[in-house]
């Protein structure tokens, strides 16, 4: 049976700056989303990972392509009033604990932002029921609510960004770099309630990140990205074992591993960068994992 | 035993906040041999790098307040030291090398005069060496056409690059400790490795002793000798870096190793985590101050500090339980399960002295 | 690692018990919840200036409010006795008329204080206005908006003050109108600065992806964010505004007699500076009080709000 495609993009280019001189921040690339599975994102700083999910919750206009979610292209959508109604049903989970979360504000207002404004919850008594309901779906508790953000640990306010994330029951969130200015062992932490939240309200996430293992660890399909495209992408396992771009070969040669033995024996594979000139094709080298490049470069790389 | 280079006694760095007194470093006492790499493990607020800017005496004063403990860089103490004998001993014998690369830089400079500077400053040569002597480091910090790159302006070079500069210019007066803040946090994990390749590289030609301030057990591993794992300003253990990897004593050091996913744990095991978050360090808790997220946390825990057991010459641990009438609590099985996987894949010279 | 010989004490079993974590430990918070402004206000406490200024501004309007309505002379009664120095009877003297010069001074004190907020106020308003709009927009409506404000800073201010007033007779009312001229383009720069940091934090993306609309943004997140720099930006208009005030009543342009304000008190008190040196004196201390005042509290609020001191 043909699993449901929650989110497709087709095509997808994101310019920034001028029309004549184009800072291509995400460079036509097209990829789609299972329900309920988590697709990883990496890449390196600037690559245009980050770029990718604002586009697709629609923080940008997007220069051109398709964003087809249940089936709906939002791409086009232009009126607040139509976004409003996709805005329930996708999220996102900023990086920046401390940046994400409005200095000025409580707990329960940050959490229960969205509830102004969608108008929902008008009842004192049942808003903060709710908000005591999101606090402990994320593992605080409900005394916390009136307490102001800087009041919070790292970890403690990226939870309250999940809360408020979760705060319209939406069924896609998209997670950009949502552990990656966190400690090692609050990261755990919030890795691991990412992944009982997406098992107890079956969501489907969208994970960006830098960090290879991390996202190893929490994705079922990984797409790797360089320079605005994607040049790799399949399931999680064959990507780090069998990986065939060279670009992904050298990134995952890179991540230092917590064994001092083999750290001693580690050999880095560099890259280089290829400049693309000619059509690239998308090559399946096994079924759902996908090689990008150039017929000349592929047949290089002896794919 | 190779020489003593630093040893820090008994350290003790407060903070005046209006909040009350922060207790960030309580009691650090570690030493450092020549041509040597000590990494400084910990999260943030452990002290980590408190400890490391506090060897520079690069605390400021006020807030900060030196409340007690000995620093000794080659014998001789630092902490009654005034800014200017300081200033001396700043990079010509110790120098620095912070997370990021931009503003560790002086953007309206150009980079060979940036490294030229801090030679003539310490009269470690002279003005038609320096050049020389410049170029000659930019070339083996790695960075192509240096002749070229010695005009140039921070902003012209990409991250890691900077990242090679500010170790050009940290090596520039040939310092006998280098003091790296989480040098490679801010750089792309590619980055990352060409930049600890070539920090190994440079401490095997010149010996220079390194202290390693990061958050990154994968950097540890890749390049510390020794490793002193930090939780709310105190080091809770200390050891070489295979007898912190593959046979931790510290329940703190089982978390932060159980934290971590590997590239062969599976999505299906969930991670062991540490629950809650460090403590406040205005008021620490009594005894110990890993204890409230301990789960073999031991009644003594939360009465009296354990002191530092022994566990062999090079390795020592705070936590009670290692006192003899402490209960055996084995490894937690899963970090067990992940070290005993490295030690089977690692080289029989480390299996056939098994712990 | 120094480590004394382990001398280790006996101690009870029970000691070794296995008690575990303890949940309600680890996430504690402090006590008392501390809010922004609380945090704001300890250090501006701590601020020995600041506080000083405060207390100091306190009285000086605190004086203004009470003074003229208990005193037992008007700061229009022409008393008979000209020039005095100052006595127990005039405390700060009387000038040329035959005024007492103390009660002189607080009425023109709730002048030049009135001149001075008000005119910051109607400053707040079209800065703040100007700023958050052009900052929110962006783009060309920001670069129209932002063009035009350095083209009226660019006309020479004098100039025109001195032909408003003169057209309009001087009082009250053209005299803020000539402070705000140009007073609320250092607002609007200010305000649009801070507007375009704070419309890229993540909270404000946040609000966003949770369909939040322009109106929500800048109510919810952009004015309680901006609203420290523009306090002492307004705390620093103020003492701008009262000296223009001085300065424009100084040449002759300030508000009617027998209303004073203390730029024309220190005006008219030039004229016999040689002779009667009080009457130039009290005008001249109490400006420069005030402003200092003003510069203190201003100066007190932005440390206390500057981000960088925050832990």
């Known amino acids: 049976m043909e699993r449901k495609k929650i989110l497709e993009v087709k095509g997808l280019k994101q310019y920034f700056g001028t029309a004549s001189n184009p800072i291509k921040a995400v460079d036509d690339i097209s990829f789609y989303v299972y329900e309920g599975e988590t697709l990883g994102l990496v890449g390196e700083s600037g690559c245009g990972k980050s770029t990718t999910g604002r586009s697709i919750i629609r923080l940008y206009d997007v220069t051109d392509g398709e964003i087809l979610f249940n089936g709906e292209n939002i791409a086009s959508i232009k009126a607040r009033k139509d976004l409003k109604k996709f805005n329930k049903d996708m999220q996102m989970i900023f990086q920046d604990p401390y940046a994400s979360l409005n200095p000025r504000m409580t707990a329960s207002e940050i959490i229960g932002e969205a509830f102004d404004i969608h108008g929902m919850y008008k009842d004192k008594k049942e808003r903060r029921e709710k908000v005591a309901e999101l606090l402990e779906a994320v593992g605080l508790s409900r005394l916390h609510a009136s307490r102001y953000a800087h009041e919070f640990s790292g970890g403690q306010r990226q939870r309250i960004g999940i809360a408020r994330a979760l705060s319209l029951d939406p069924s896609f969130i998209i997670a950009d770099e949502p552990i990656s200015a966190l400690d090692v062992s609050i990261q755990a932490q919030v890795v691991n309630l990412l992944k009982q939240l997406q098992r107890e309200r079956n969501l489907t996430y969208l994970f960006i990140a830098h960090d290879l293992s991390m996202v190893k660890y929490i994705s079922d399909r990984i797409a790797v990205m360089y320079r605005g495209r994607i040049v790799e992408l399949g399931p999680a396992d064959e990507i780090y074992n069998e990986p065939k771009h060279p670009y992904t070969k050298s990134l995952l040669s890179a991540v230092p591993q917590p064994d001092p033995l083999s750290e001693r024996k580690r050999q880095r594979i560099p890259y280089t960068h290829e400049e693309v000139d000619g059509d690239v094709i998308r090559k399946e080298t096994s079924p759902g994992h996908f090689v990008f490049g150039t017929a000349q470069q592929l047949q290089n790389w002896g794919i | ?355 | 690692m120094t480590l004394e010989k382990q001398k280790l004490e006996k101690l009870p079993a029970n000691a070794f018990e296995v008690v575990g974590s303890r949940q309600a430990e680890q996430d504690k918070l402090a006590d008392k919840s501390v809010s922004f402004w609380k945090e704001v206000f300890y250090r501006f406490i701590q601020n020995k200036l600041a506080v000083f200024g405060f207390v100091l501004l306190t009285i000086i309007i605190g004086m203004a409010i009470v003074v003229p309505e208990v005193s037992q002379y008007k700061y229009s009664d022409q008393l008979g006795v000209y020039n005095q120095p100052p006595s127990a009877d005039h405390w700060f003297g009387t000038d040329d008329l035959g005024r007492d010069i103390f009660v002189r001074i607080w009425a023109g004190a709730r002048i030049s204080l009135f001149i001075g907020i008000t005119a910051a106020f109607i400053d707040l308003i079209i800065g703040v206005l100007w700023g958050s709009i052009a900052g929110l927009a962006g783009g060309r409506t920001d670069n129209i908006m932002m063009r035009l404000a350095d083209v009226l800073t660019a006309v020479p201010y004098l100039l025109v003050v001195i032909i408003l007033i003169v057209v309009m007779e001087p009082g009250l009312v053209p005299m803020i109108i000539a402070l705000c001229i140009t007073g609320w383009i250092n607002m609007a720069r200010i305000v649009r600065g801070e507007v375009l940091s704070i419309k890229n934090q993540e909270y404000v993306l946040a609000a966003r992806t949770l369909g939040a609309g322009t109106g929500h943004l800048i109510v919810k997140h952009l004015i309680p964010n901006a609203l420290g720099a523009i306090l002492v930006t307004m705390t620093l208009t103020i003492p701008a505004a009262i000296f223009t005030e001085s300065f424009l009543s100084y040449l002759g342009l300030g508000v009617p007699a027998p209303m004073a304000s203390w730029g024309t008190m220190a005006s008219e008190g030039n004229k016999a500076l040689m002779s009667y040196p009080w009457r130039l004196f009290f005008p001249a201390l109490f400006i420069s009080m005030t402003i200092f005042a003003f510069n203190a509290v201003g100066d007190g609020l932005r440390d206390a709000l500057d981000p960088k001191l925050r832990k």
Not at chain 2, 64 to 90: C, H, Q, S, T, W
Not at chain 2, 107 to 124: C, D, F, S, Y
Not at chain 2, 263 to 273: C, H, P, V
């Open chain 2, 1 to 355: 035993m190779r020489p003593k280079l630093v040893e820090v006694k008994d350290l003790h760095i407060h903070f005046k906040t209006y909040a009350g007194i922060v207790q960030a470093v309580r009691g650090v006492s570690f030493e450092l041999y020549e041509g040597e790499t000590l990494a400084i493990v910990g999260e943030s607020g452990s002290g980590k790098s408190v400890t490391s800017n506090a060897l520079m005496k690069l605390i400021p004063q006020p807030p900060g307040i030196y409340a007690g403990g000995e620093i000794l860089f080659n014998g001789r103490d630092l902490v009654p030291l005034n800014d200017k004998e300081m200033a001396k001993i700043r990079g010509n014998d110790i120098a620095m090398i912070f997370q990021d690369p931009m503003t560790s830089l002086n953007p309206t400079m150009k980079i060979g005069k940036q490294i030229t500077e801090v030679m003539l400053q310490h009269n470690a040569a002279s003005r038609s060496d320096a050049k020389a002597r410049a170029v000659e480091l930019l070339h083996q910090v790695g960075i192509p056409m240096p002749e070229k790159r010695y005009n140039q302006y921070p902003h012209e070079l990409s991250g890691g690059m900077r990242q090679r500069v500010v170790i050009a210019i940290a090596l520039a007066a040939d310092p006998k400790l280098l003091i790296a803040d989480e040098p490679t946090t801010a750089l792309d994990v590619t980055i990352q490795a060409q930049i600890l390749e070539l920090m190994k590289d440079i401490q095997k030609k010149r010996n220079t002793s390194v202290i390693f301030i990061t958050h990154d057990l994968g950097v540890v591993a890749n390049v510390a000798d020794r490793v002193a794992v930090m939780y709310a300003g105190q080091i809770v253990e200390y050891g070489t870096v295979n007898e912190i990897f593959y046979n931790p004593k510290h329940p703190y050091t089982w978390g932060l190793l159980g934290s971590m996913p590997d590239l062969n744990s599976s999505a299906d095991d969930l991670l062991r985590t540490i629950p809650g978050s460090p403590p406040n360090l205005i008021s620490p808790p009594k005894g110990d101050a890993f204890a409230p997220r301990n789960e073999h946390a031991l009644a003594i825990d939360y009465e009296q500090e354990p002191p530092m057991f022994k566990v062999s010459e090079t390795h020592y641990a705070k936590t009670w339980l290692l006192h003899p009438d402490a209960p055996k609590i084995p490894v937690p099985l899963a970090v067990q399960q992940r070290i005993d996987s490295y030690v089977q894949e690692g080289d029989d010279v480390w299996n056939a002295k098994k712990f």
